[in-house]
């Protein structure tokens, strides 16, 4: 038997497929675009290994999903694909339409007449599990219940709009054609192979290099946080015992403001890697760094940012027995200390185009 993974160069994609053979002798056929997001660096460990088959393509080639799908006759097919960071959507949306919309759209349809084709009892245990993400929900207030799967949707970003916009079309396609789908919506991941461009893995790599640690607005937005691990935990589990039509919201019941996350970091990193042991300098000012947190620096903040997410995945812990392995401490530490391990990954990916769209949106002391 084999899964086709689509999306499996990116953080959890990559992080996904890395997990899945430390476990199984299942092969993976990996189909990634390599965007700017997408690195092969990420699957570097799984070279030469025959379980891990990497094709580079769009999901949006219907017909190159077409020949995968006869070539490889997965009994699931794993969607991590999309185009993912909200400021990017902001700036500039019809990427993030064309991915994640036509781009499922079509892989739907490259997938439902491959399982149409399939004998009866490889159709019933086929699966189709769809990655999604809490932003579908819109913003809570502070006092808010945290969002269930029932929660209607309200997108606010391009990004979230076109995420909600795959999961309909997904359920569409479970009720119209019977296609058996599952569907996960998870709440901010973190850990290795992370872009740095989120949150966390940007002030981490600021941070040790003395730049600006940009924060929006006053730092209170408020997301739940859930270590990468877990995440590829939970979608085990999903697509192991998921009943066909079903959501299920992934959550690390870790609620932290924006702001307490850097200054978690910072602490992390001035127990880890102390700025004066390692001659840490403020690029702004020349000055010797004493504490990280002196990088602190608020920016403009974010259009139409919404200010706090919030799963209840008490769903997923009731009929699946799933629960995250990980605190937010705990997953924290671990991926501090894999930044701290790898500064070539992170060199790697850090390209002039990356610096430039950082200056763009940070402004240019955070990208020099």
């Known amino acids: ?105 079509r892989l739907l349809e490259a997938v439902r007449a491959y399982w149409s084709s399939l004998p009866a009892p490889e159709a019933a245990a086929f699966r189709f599990l769809h990655v999604s993400t809490d932003e579908v929900f819109g913003s809570l207030g502070p006092h808010d219940a945290p969002f269930t799967e029932q929660h209607r949707y309200e997108p606010n970003s391009p990004y979230s709009a076109s995420k909600a916009a795959s999961d309909h079309l997904v359920r569409a396609w479970h009720h119209t054609y019977g296609l058996p789908v599952l569907t996960t919506n998870c709440s901010n991941n973190y850990g290795p192979y992370h872009f740095p461009e989120k949150l966390i893995p940007l002030m981490i790599v600021n941070a040790l290099a003395g730049k600006p640690l940009p924060v929006y607005g006053d730092g209170q937005q408020v997301r739940d946080w859930l270590y990468v691990g877990d995440h590829c935990s939970a979608i085990r589990r999903v697509l192991h015992a998921g009943q066909p039509g079903q959501t299920y919201n992934i959550g690390g019941r870790n609620e932290k403001t924006n702001l307490e996350v850097v200054r978690t970091v910072c602490a992390l990193l001035d127990e880890l890697a102390p700025a004066p042991a390692r001659a840490v300098v403020d690029a702004r000012t020349g000055q010797p760094v004493r504490h990280y947190s002196e990088l602190i620096t608020f920016v403009t903040d974010r259009p139409g940012h919404d200010r706090r997410y919030a799963m209840d995945a008490s769903k997923i812990e009731r009929e699946l027995g799933w629960t995250p392995a990980e605190t937010f401490e705990t997953g924290l530490r671990k991926t501090v200390r894999w930044y701290l391990d790898h500064p070539e990954w992170v060199q790697r990916v850090q390209s002039g185009a990356y610096r430039a769209w950082l200056a763009q949106h940070y402004g240019a002391a955070v990208a020099a």
């Open 1 to 105: 038997m084999t899964i086709l993974v689509t999306g499996g160069a990116g953080f959890i994609g990559a992080n996904f497929v890395l997990d899945w053979l430390a476990q199984s002798d299942e092969p993976v056929v990996n189909l990634d675009k390599l965007t700017y997001a997408g690195n092969l660096d990420n699957l570097a460990s799984l070279q030469g290994d025959a379980r891990h088959t990497f094709v580079q393509g769009d999901i949006g080639d219907r017909a190159l999903v077409q020949r995968l799908l006869a070539q490889h006759r997965p009994r699931a097919v794993l969607n991590f694909a999309a185009e993912s960071h909200v400021d990017r959507s902001i700036h500039g949306p019809e990427d993030f339409i064309q991915t994640n919309v036509v781009g499922t759209f």
